[in-house]
């Protein structure tokens, strides 16, 4: 037993030690033959300390140096099923936001709960949306566990640190027939937005998400079948500081590849781009990742068309001509046409298969929420229907 005593006459333990400044110390050595020290302001929480030591140590629990940032990359690089988009999404905020932070440089065995939720909010004080500060904790939060799962740490901090910042879900409405008549005649007024009508007219009739159709090639549309083959997308994402254009040749989700038939509108929309696209400049020998003879270019740069610039000509049409216009129109993303193209496979008796089918969705369950947003409007439809039935039987019998 060991004979040391501390300031106040307290025996201490092997290992326990207090200095000359009062602080408390306690020594050992790791499986690797390392000494390692952890210290206390008072003999209590040094004893605390231990306690938990012990418990890892016969948990199997390796204690190390290594820090959140570090961790971060390992769990980055080991990643296996990770798209390439997700991959530069989480890269670009772990670089903006948490590699010169306190916590990513903070040692895994130093992280407790409050640290991670400290740094929260400080981001969401910095204006730090709710729905970035969940892309961070999808970050941290796996790295965390691997760290847990390769006996590094004991249990994960990062759990139930999101609690307070409860990200809004998207609100995806269907435009109604009178506002989707509204929205393409407004291209026919806006000298900017009427070179990409035929687009906006192929996602709202054929329900392709906008990184399907600008990564859409000549080779990939069958004018003779009427078929659209969707095998690839384009993607746009910050790197360090640039936004990069690359083209992926996984779709979104398992389900994204498939060859979808072309309706009326939609190969009506294809033949029109035919018209703008031969019109317009192009880059000879333009390519990007492979892939060329691209169906949807600016006409400004006669490369491939950006998302942003859709977007923002979207913006356009509604902030500008708002005032100007009989029909109101609410805010319309590119991911709007979409969700309008669902509904009205829904409304039009759709089976659910079959709209999955088309949408590209890997998920029935999403498939299924376009039901559920349109059984208001169902509901009315057949109620009509029963009085219809009614009035037949009446005049029968």
Not at 64 to 81: R, S, V
Request: net charge positive; proline share 2%.
């Amino acid at each position: 037993m060991s004979n040391r005593k501390d300031n106040k006459g307290r025996v201490l333990k092997k290992g326990e030690s207090q200095r000359k400044d009062g602080t408390y110390m306690y020594r050992w050595t790791d499986i690797g033959k390392k000494r390692q020290c952890i210290y206390a302001k008072s003999l209590n929480d040094l004893r605390k300390q231990e306690q938990q030591l012990l418990s890892e140590i016969s948990n199997g629990v390796l204690r190390t140096d290594i820090t959140l940032n570090q961790q971060i990359e390992i769990y980055l690089q080991t990643k296996a099923n990770i798209s390439k988009s997700t991959y530069s999404n989480y890269t670009y905020y772990y670089n903006h936001s948490i590699k010169n932070s306190f916590l990513g440089r903070m040692k895994l065995k130093e992280i407790k709960k409050a640290h991670i939720i400290k740094f929260y909010k400080e981001c969401h004080d910095d204006n730090m949306a709710n729905s970035t500060i969940a892309i961070l904790q999808k970050i941290i939060r796996p790295s965390l566990q691997l760290a847990v799962d390769s006996d590094c740490i004991m249990k994960n901090p990062a759990n139930g640190c999101l609690k307070d910042y409860t990200v809004e879900k998207e609100v995806k409405y269907a435009m109604s027939y009178e506002e989707e008549n509204e929205f393409l005649a407004r291209f026919d007024i806006c000298t900017e937005a009427k070179f990409y009508k035929p687009l906006a007219c192929l996602m709202l009739y054929s329900g392709i998400r906008i990184s399907e159709a600008l990564g859409l090639t000549w080779d990939d549309i069958n004018m003779e079948e009427k078929t659209i083959n969707i095998n690839h997308q384009m993607l746009c994402r910050n790197l360090n500081g640039k936004l990069v254009q690359y083209c992926e040749d996984n779709t979104k989700t398992s389900n994204g590849s498939r060859i979808i038939p072309m309706n009326d509108f939609a190969y009506k929309a294809i033949i029109e781009q035919k018209k703008n696209w031969l019109s317009c400049k192009k880059i000879p020998d333009f390519s990007l990742d492979g892939y060329s003879n691209f169906v949807f270019l600016s006409y400004r740069t006669g490369k491939v068309v950006r998302h942003a610039v859709i977007r923002r000509v979207f913006r356009k049409l509604i902030r500008e001509y708002n005032d100007k216009r009989d029909i109101q129109l609410p805010a319309i993303s590119p991911h709007i046409l979409r969700h309008t193209y669902c509904t009205r496979l829904a409304e039009a008796g759709t089976d659910l298969k079959t709209m999955q089918y088309l949408m590209g969705h890997s998920d029935i369950n999403t498939t299924m929420e376009v039901y559920n947003h349109v059984d208001r409007n169902r509901l009315e439809k057949e109620t009509q229907k029963i009085n219809d039935l009614h009035q037949i039987y009446t005049k029968t019998s």
